[in-house]
């Protein structure tokens, strides 16, 4: 009887560990559809260790430790594939996420720009008060010279004698406009 129980024990045990297994496999496959290309190729990064330093570090490894910590790390040797991948994934994720602060401090200076551009060129009371070489108005005419033009709210005289189609560069003069439209 007692012997049913401990086995009955042990197929339980061994129950939830194929269970787990299956699990971590099926979180595998999942996890391997999100992969990249280049993640799929190259899933670790290339040893930095000399060819004599590698040499030596596989020799460390394959002796039998005597210090305690040293024996229990060497049931951990299998995992030693996924902490590389592990740690490739975070410095990856540190390298995206400083390329993400220096892209928003970019757009945040870009942003900056152009509210300067777009302050410079509103317009408003204050940039109609003063002369603005954006807002130069040429004064051509394309009333025929022998009719009266009003200016200002007031009919004048003739201003010229010739006829808009023969004003010369010299003729056109450009004015700023100012900021009243009215009669001063």
């Known amino acids: 009887r007692l012997t049913s129980e401990r086995s009955s024990a042990a197929l339980k045990a061994l129950a939830r560990v194929v269970e787990k297994a299956q699990r971590i496999l099926r979180l595998a496959e999942m996890c391997r559809r999100l992969e990249t290309e280049e993640e799929k190729v190259l ?10 330093d590698q040499r030596e570090a596989q020799q460390v490894l394959e002796e039998t430790p ?8 060497r049931d951990y040797v299998g995992l030693e594939r996924f902490w590389q991948r592990f740690n490739k994934v975070k410095l990856e994720e540190q390298a995206l996420e400083r390329e993400r602060a220096a892209l928003s401090q970019r757009n945040q200076h870009l942003r900056e720009l152009l509210r ?6 509103s317009v408003s009371q204050e940039v109609l008060s ?28 003739h201003q010229s004698t010739k006829h808009p ?3 010369s560069e010299g003729d056109a003069h450009p004015d700023p406009i100012h900021g009243s439209t009215g009669t001063s």
């Open 43 to 52: 899933p670790f990064y290339p040893s930095s260790l000399a060819e004599g």
């Open 66 to 73: 005597t210090e305690p910590l040293a024996q229990a790390m």
């Open 116 to 121: 300067q551009y777009l302050a410079g060129i």
């Open 130 to 157: 003063e002369p603005n070489a954006l807002l130069i108005v040429e004064r051509k005419s394309c009333v025929p010279a022998d009719l009266p033009r009003a200016e200002g709210g007031h009919a004048q005289g």
């Open 165 to 167: 189609d023969s004003l």
